[in-house]
């Protein structure tokens, strides 16, 4: 069973930067998709950013210019550094990791911003 375990959330003002990062129990070279989505209290989880098996990338319009999803496959690692962090960026976020047929999520991140 693979895991994903993330790292990185914590408590900062509005304007600061946090770089989250999700390590997989297996190789990532095969991964099809690694993604960030995100999980605000009342709201539905959304997608922040995804990356591909070829290293293109998409972001939520709202985060646009400020985060940047990467991946280390020989760490087996995929980051999302954050910057320009915002009130309404506050939420839980959590890993994702998704091949042809099957997809598996982390525990969660708690990222806190305040005003």
């Known amino acids: 069973q693979v895991q994903l375990v993330e790292s990185g959330g914590a408590f900062v003002q509005a304007g600061g930067s946090l770089r989250l990062a999700c390590v997989a129990s297996i190789s990532i070279v095969s991964v099809s998709t690694m993604a960030w989505y995100r999980q605000a209290p009342g709201k539905q989880r959304e997608l922040v950013a995804a990356?591909?098996?070829?290293?293109?990338?998409n972001y939520a319009d709202s985060v646009k210019g400020r985060f940047t999803i990467s991946r280390d496959n020989a760490k087996n690692t995929v980051y999302l550094q954050m910057n320009s962090l915002k009130p309404e960026d506050t939420a839980v976020y959590y890993c994702?990791?998704?091949?042809?047929?099957?997809?598996?999520w982390g525990q969660g991140t708690q990222v806190s911003v305040s005003s």
């Open positions: 990356i591909q098996r070829g290293d293109s990338t």
């Open positions: 994702n990791a998704r091949w042809l047929l099957a997809e598996a």
